[in-house]
Nanobody, 120 residues
Framework: VQLQASGGGSVQAGGSLRLSCAAS????????MGWYRQAPGKERELVAL???????NYADSVKGRFTISRDNAKNTVYLQMNNLKPEDTAVYYC???????????????WGKGTQVTVSS
């Protein structure tokens, strides 16, 4: 299973960005999809997660500003980020827990990361 993310970039505080991530490869089924982020000198943290049933989970710091959604037919997850703040600056990693046809086991997969920079 491979994850390809896009949509990162630089924006001023208060601006918006939309991240996309598509899963491809030998996929049997995708369970949860989501986004984590890692700022310099900090540990990777959960940003938002969505299950295949549509249930969502957000970090407290992004609630009300970020919205996660997914298109199951396209194996794609989106993160709409509004009212961005300088503290949102980080590398954002796409994540999925999926069952591939190679092992038929539920495993975690990660994308390479996309940089989001918010200037004040």
């Amino acid at each position: 299973v491979q994850l390809q993310a896009s949509g990162g970039g630089s924006v001023q505080a208060g601006g918006s960005l939309r991240l996309s991530c598509a899963a491809s490869g030998s996929i049997f089924s995708i369970r949860s999809m989501g986004w984590y982020r890692q700022a310099p000198g900090k540990e990777r943290e959960l940003v938002a997660l969505i299950t295949n049933g549509g249930s969502t989970n957000y970090a407290d710091s992004v609630k009300g500003r970020f919205t996660i959604s997914r298109d199951n037919a396209k194996n794609t997850v989106y993160l709409q980020m509004n009212n961005l703040k300088p503290e949102d600056t980080a590398v954002y990693y796409c994540y999925t827990n999926a069952i591939g046809t190679a092992t038929f086991r539920a495993l975690d997969f990660w994308g390479k990361g996309t940089q989001v920079t918010v200037s004040s």
